[in-house]
């Protein structure tokens, strides 16, 4: 029995196909069609009554969301996570640990790893993206100073109980060790991104030649252009702009980074390598109040999670929706290269876009139904539907 959606505007990566629609048989798309298709008794038909019909969202960086966190390190809080966001479009994910006590991140990581292997109704968990302890202390935003570590080989295995499906590193590209662990990560096929860092230019070469790609929400937790000897010094910001070799995501909640700073972003990088994030925490989906993370507390309020203190952002409390909502109506990119940013590009970076990240025959069967105002009414997961309004 084949699924098919048909009478939709189907989102390719730099166009819509009106009038055109999907089979899915198993966890693949089998066509993709214009117009009308041959169908069987017993196939299942979605009319999308003219509305969008997207690959389903990708997010390689997501902390918590439904009153969940990663860090709570039970399989029941990772799938609460998925679920929550799968709601929202989001199809697949890395959870996302912080800089934690070696323990508590051990525990979460043997968390998301038993939720990779179980059945769950919510987004596919792909694995672990580790977001410190090794990161720089002047930049540490809403992490805790008290268990920053020193990178090095051997405290990152220590900490990921080996290394099991880790497929992302966030960390400081100026600290010692850095350049050898970034080296053995590349060498694994491991994301490395510059994230909580005061790297300065020479420093991001260093790092681009170690193995760095990427850079973890750009503009936000890092340093800028400064004169410590009157004479200007890029930092982290502006090297991530000039050097090629740099992803780049950006949390595009519209309220971590205003719309000027998006485009300036895009104008300074492939198209391929822009990448928008939630970066969600555990009040994403939730009601204003207060929270926790890491143990800092929190304060969600005019939908931001900040600090108790107000000394600095803690994560932020978007979905998947928000964030193409917000590319597309306040930034002004255009609908196909907005669900680029949250699908395709991030399915790259991760090096998995030969199987998921866009429509096209032959890839796992993971869409999202949504209209105009970027409303989600339909998700599918691996052929599956996992919401439906």
Request: proline share 4%; charged share 20%.
């Amino acid at each position: 029995m084949a699924v098919i959606i048909y009478n939709a505007k189907v989102i390719t990566r730099d166009s819509v196909l009106e009038k055109s629609g999907i089979r899915v048989e198993g966890d693949r798309i089998t066509e993709v069609f214009s117009g009308e298709t041959a169908f069987l008794a017993g196939d299942r038909l979605i009319d999308a009554q003219g509305r969008f019909l997207s690959p389903g969202f990708i997010d390689s960086h997501i902390h918590g969301g439904g009153g969940a966190d990663t860090m709570d390190a039970t399989e029941e809080a990772v799938v609460h996570i998925a679920e929550t966001h799968g709601k929202h479009g989001l199809t697949a994910f890395l959870p996302t640990t912080l800089t934690a006590s070696v323990p508590d991140i051990q525990k979460a990581c043997k968390a998301i790893c038993n939720t990779m292997e179980k059945q769950h109704p919510g987004a596919a968990v792909l694995g672990v993206h580790l977001e410190g302890p090794f990161i720089s202390l002047k930049y540490k935003g809403a992490q805790n100073p008290a268990h920053i570590q020193r990178p090095s080989v051997e405290a990152y295995l220590e900490i990921s109980n080996g290394g099991k499906n880790v497929k992302r590193v966030s960390m400081a590209p100026e600290l010692d060790g850095t350049a050898e662990l970034a080296a053995y990560l590349k060498k694994n096929g491991i994301l490395v991104s510059a994230a909580h860092t005061d790297a300065d230019y020479a420093s991001m070469c260093k790092g681009l030649k170690a193995g760095f790609s990427h850079v973890t929400h750009c503009y936000n937790g890092m340093s800028g252009v400064h004169s410590p000897d009157y004479y200007c010094k890029a930092g982290t910001v502006e090297s991530a702009l000039e050097l090629d070799g740099y992803s780049a995501e950006i949390i595009g909640d519209g309220k971590h980074m205003p719309p000027e700073m998006i485009r300036l972003l895009i104008k300074c990088k492939r198209p391929e390598q822009v990448m928008l994030t939630t970066d969600s925490t555990r009040p994403a989906d939730m009601s204003e109040g207060e929270y926790e993370l890491g143990g800092l507390p929190v304060l969600v309020t005019d939908g931001v999670a900040m600090l108790a203190d107000r000394s600095a952002f803690a994560g932020s409390v978007a979905t998947m929706d928000v964030l193409v909502r917000n590319a597309v109506q306040n930034v002004g990119i255009p609908l196909p290269q907005a669900v680029a940013m949250v699908s395709y590009n991030t399915a790259l970076s991760l090096g998995i876009e030969k199987e998921r990240g866009s429509l096209c025959k032959g890839l796992i069967a993971d869409a999202v139904l949504f209209d105009s105002d970027i409303h989600v009414s339909t998700v599918m997961r691996e052929g599956k539907i996992i919401f439906d309004e």
